[in-house]
């Protein structure tokens, strides 16, 4: 299976202190809450019998949400033959497990939108969006819930995504110094901030009442990856190392630009069918996810 890159830190064992989560840090203190529409979203994903009924009454609860996703389900993205006027059309049209990963990828768009005015910190939203999309790709190829899936590559940063809202400058200014050092970003956010994002996330995914496995993918998407449980952790950390060797990690690729031969040998340490759903050429695969997350901004 895929080991980890050179910038990722080393993989942390399963054990106490690889499970233990710190009390809050005062880099998390006075941080939003997350919305609370995104949690009750979290509680309908582990409820395998959730109703459509259920799901409507709660995305109608946020007349923003609501509007902006069917704004999204109008886009030429989704290809909609006729005009999308009613949450039920769009469930029609676009399914239930594309419009609840959709009303996901809005309240969370919307929970880090002030900090996005700053570039750097725009491709780290970037980032979620691309190991959401191909989380959501593997799953489907080895017969895994994708909106599960997408779910967690959604927020398996949420650590980092709350680091950078509480603390936009400083979080911008520690990715400059780590691209430019090569410094791994767990270490300096430790120096920084005294806590790392897979800390300070597995934190926030407790006190916002996040499901476990989701906590899990928060916590554990730098480890090194179990080839012989590829179940949804698996399916983040491959999403989360793919993502980077595609262009779209936190930090911008090296100036030399693609690695095809990274990209194939990484294609081919998966199983079977994920390398099935993987292109050859990894352009085609990056086309797919500027043009997916260009229309999601």
């Given at each position: ?61 946020d007349a923003a949400l609501c509007a902006?996703l069917l704004r999204r389900a109008n ?28 009303a996901m990828a809005v309240a969370l ?189």
């Amino acid at each position: 299976m895929p080991t980890q890159t050179p910038e990722s830190p080393a993989a942390a064992p399963h054990g106490p202190a690889a499970t233990s989560e710190p009390v809050q840090h005062w880099a998390l203190r006075d941080l939003p809450p997350f919305p609370s529409i995104a949690v009750k979203l979290l509680q309908l994903l582990s409820d395998e019998d959730v109703q459509v009924k259920r799901l409507i009454e709660l995305l109608r609860s946020d007349a923003a949400l609501c509007a902006e996703l069917l704004r999204r389900a109008n886009s030429a993205l989704y290809g909609a033959r006729t005009q999308v006027s009613s949450l039920q059309q769009g469930l029609v049209l676009l399914g239930l497990d594309q419009v609840r990963s959709l009303a996901m990828a809005v309240a969370l768009g919307s929970y880090v939108r002030s900090a996005m005015r700053i570039a750097a910190l725009r491709r780290c939203w970037r980032h979620s969006l691309a190991t959401a999309l191909l989380a959501e790709r593997l799953a489907h190829a080895v017969h895994f819930e994708a909106d599960r899936a997408y779910t967690a590559g959604l927020l398996h940063d949420i650590g980092l995504l709350g680091l950078m809202v509480n603390n936009p400058k400083e979080y911008a200014n520690l990715l400059l110094v780590s691209r430019e050092s090569g410094f791994d970003i767990r270490i300096t956010e430790q120096a920084m901030f005294d806590v790392d994002h897979c800390e300070a996330g597995a934190w926030l995914a407790r006190q916002w009442g996040f499901p476990e496995e989701i906590l899990d993918s928060v916590r554990h998407h730098h480890d090194g990856i179990d080839s012989s449980r590829y179940g949804l952790l698996a399916i983040t950390q491959s999403a989360v190392l793919l993502s980077g060797i595609l262009g779209f990690g936190v930090l911008p690729p090296p100036e030399s630009g693609n690695d095809p031969a990274r990209y194939d040998e990484f294609r081919q340490q998966l199983p079977a069918a994920a390398q099935d759903c993987l292109p050859l050429r990894m352009e085609v695969l990056q086309d797919f996810l500027t043009q997916r997350i260009n229309a999601y901004e």
